[in-house]
T-cell receptor, first 113, second 111 residues
Framework: DAGVIQSPRHEVTEMGQEVTLRCKPI?????LFWYRQTMMRGLELLIY????????DSGMPEDRFSAKMPNASFSTLKIQPSEPRDSAVYFC???????????FGEGSRLTVL | EDQVTQSPEALRLQEGESSSLNCSYT??????LFWYRQDPGKGPEFLFT???AGEEKEKERLKATLTKKESFLHITAPKPEDSATYLC????????????FGGGTRVLVKP
């Protein structure tokens, strides 16, 4: 099993640029989560999907952030325009159903200069 | 508001020195709790799910216990390879069982 696959693993960009992070969940999992982790705020839930439908996006910090899940095997998190305070590690995770444990990807480390 | 608090924030242990980590929470409609381990540069890795008060689960030197308001992760005779950040997360039933994580406890076990 390949696990949750995220890309890119590292991204360095300049303030104002658009950033797109990608995630491929584990096959057969029907829920997908996006988290952001920083030293100051820990692991924060941004948004999660169930059967490709966004269920809770209350953690999305502002309109600069958007997430999509066009099909069961792919999701994107987009930041436009990016700001230095968006620098963090972004994790994608998936699970089989509403009671199962989450399986995390290796994360995408974003640095906005 | 749902809150998850982990203590202590950091723990330095000598190899073989047993200790406990705490996870306390105020979550409406609690139905269990998850424990995860996170190594530097990696995503969190699942350890345990506890479903009801009084339940205990063990894995090697780790034992997790659950009450109605808190959970403990006991580390017995730790080894340096147990050094990691340990995270807990109670599923929020009212919000589709989304997982809100505590701040974590960073454990360092010195040989």
């Amino acid at each position: 099993d390949a696990g949750v696959i995220q890309s890119p693993r590292h991204e360095v960009t300049e303030m104002g640029q658009e950033v797109t992070l990608r995630c491929k969940p584990i096959s057969g999992h029907n829920s997908l989560f996006w988290y952001r982790q920083t030293m100051m705020r820990g692991l924060e839930l941004l948004i999660y999907f169930n059967n490709n439908v966004p269920i809770d996006d209350s953690g999305m910090p502002e309109d600069r952030f958007s997430a999509k899940m066009p099909n069961a095997s792919f999701s994107t998190l987009k930041i436009q325009p990016s700001e230095p305070r968006d620098s963090a590690v972004y994790f994608c995770a998936s699970r089989t159903d509403s009671t199962g444990e989450l399986f995390f990807g290796e994360g995408s480390r974003l640095t906005v200069l | 508001e749902d809150q998850v608090t982990q203590s202590p924030e950091a723990l330095r242990l000598q190899e073989g020195e047993s200790s406990s980590l705490n996870c306390s929470y105020t979550v409406s409609g609690l139905r269990g709790l998850f424990w995860y381990r996170q190594d530097p540069g990696k995503g969190p890795e699942f350890l345990f799910t506890l479903y009801s008060a009084g339940e205990e689960k063990e894995k090697e030197r780790l034992k997790a216990t659950l009450t109605k308001k808190e959970s403990f992760l006991h580390i017995t005779a730790p080894k340096p390879e147990d050094s990691a950040t340990y995270l807990c997360a109670p599923p929020v039933v009212a919000a589709g069982n989304k997982l809100t994580f505590g701040g974590g406890t960073r454990v360092l076990v010195k040989p």
